[in-house]
C-alpha cells in the first residue's frame, strides 16, 4: 500500500480564522469531460476534508464561500443541483459536527434559500450551537454589499430606536450590525483556481487579513495546500497601518 506523504510542517502561528473562496470546480469537471455538477460535487467532498484538515492544524473558525448572492443567476439546473448538494452535505454532516463537536453557523441571506434547505441549516446551527472549540461558517447567499446594506438598515433602525447614537462613530459599534459579531476578522483569505479577486466576500471583515492565491482547483485542495498557505501567511508580516519598526520590539 503506498504510504501517503505528509504535508509540510506548519512554521509559526496558525491563522485563527481562514476563509476560503472555493472556485474551479467547473474546471476540474470540463477537464475530465464531466459534467460540471460532478465538479461541484467533488467540490464537496473537499469541503468535507477541509473542514477537519484546518481542525486538525488548529485553525478556530473556518469560513467557506459556498453560495454567493450572485449565483442565482446560473443556469437552473446548476442552481437546483448546488441546492440538491447542499441538502445531501447538511444531512449526512450533522452527526459528524455533533459527534466531533463543530459549531455549524451560516453568514448570508438564508431566508430567501429554500424551505428544506432552511430547516437543515436551523437544525444544524441549533445542535451545534453550545460548541466552542471550532466553528464551520457556511457563507450562502451572501454578498458583502448585501450584507453592509443590511448592517446599515440594521443599524438605522437602532437609532431611530434611541439604541444606538448617531454620534457614535466608531467601527466598533458599526460591525456589531454585520453578520459576524461573534466572530473574529478572518486572517487569511485563500482563494483557489488561479483567480485572484475576491468577489463580494467579506469586504469589511477582510481589511487586514493576508490573501493567498493557489492555482489548485477546489475539488484538489488538500491538507498539504492548506498547510503551504498557511505557511505563505506566516511569511508575512501584518502591519495593520504601522511601520515595520514599530512592530519590532527594540532591545536597548
Ligand atoms: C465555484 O466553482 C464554486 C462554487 C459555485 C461555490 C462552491 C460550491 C461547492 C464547493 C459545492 C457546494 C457546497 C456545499 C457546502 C454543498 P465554479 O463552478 O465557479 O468553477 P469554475 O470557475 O471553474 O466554473
Redesign the pocket.
Known amino acids: 500500500m503506498a504510504e501517503s506523504i505528509p504535508p509540510p510542517a506548519v512554521l509559526g502561528p496558525v491563522p485563527a480564522h481562514i476563509a476560503i473562496i472555493?472556485?474551479?470546480?467547473?474546471?476540474?469537471a470540463?477537464a475530465r469531460g464531466l459534467p460540471?455538477l460532478e465538479?461541484?460535487r467533488r467540490?464537496?467532498e473537499?469541503?468535507r476534508t477541509t473542514t477537519f484538515a484546518a481542525r486538525d492544524l488548529g485553525v478556530k473558525v473556518l469560513t467557506?464561500?459556498?453560495?454567493?448572492v450572485e449565483?442565482w443567476k446560473?443556469p437552473q439546473d446548476e442552481v437546483g443541483g448546488?441546492m440538491g448538494?447542499?441538502e445531501?452535505?447538511l444531512k449526512k454532516e450533522l452527526a459528524t459536527f455533533v459527534r466531533d463537536r463543530v459549531r455549524f453557523r451560516t453568514i448570508g441571506r438564508t431566508a430567501d434559500l429554500p424551505a428544506n434547505i432552511q430547516k437543515l441549516l436551523n437544525d444544524t446551527t441549533a445542535a451545534t450551537q453550545h460548541f466552542s472549540d471550532y466553528t464551520l461558517v457556511?457563507a450562502l447567499n451572501y454578498g458583502a454589499r448585501t450584507e453592509v446594506v443590511d448592517a446599515a438598515r440594521a443599524y438605522a433602525a437602532a437609532v431611530a430606536a434611541g439604541r444606538e447614537n448617531l454620534n457614535d462613530d466608531s467601527w466598533s459599534t458599526f460591525s456589531r450590525y454585520l453578520t459576524t459579531p461573534d466572530l473574529p476578522d478572518p486572517d487569511l483569505v485563500i482563494r483557489t483556481?488561479g483567480?485572484t479577486r475576491i468577489s463580494n466576500f467579506l469586504l469589511m471583515q477582510a481589511a487586514y487579513a493576508e490573501f493567498v492565491f493557489t492555482p489548485t482547483?477546489?475539488p484538489d485542495f488538500s491538507k498539504a495546500d492548506l498547510t503551504a498557505a498557511i505557511a505563505d501567511y506566516n511569511r508575512r508580516e501584518r502591519r495593520f497601518g504601522l511601520t515595520s519598526e514599530q512592530l519590532k520590539p527594540t532591545h536597548r
Open positions: 472555493m472556485d474551479g470546480n467547473g474546471r476540474w470540463k460540471r465538479g461541484h467540490g464537496v473537499t469541503v467557506l464561500y459556498a453560495f454567493s449565483n446560473r448546488l448538494l447542499l445531501y452535505y457556511l483556481s483567480e482547483l477546489w
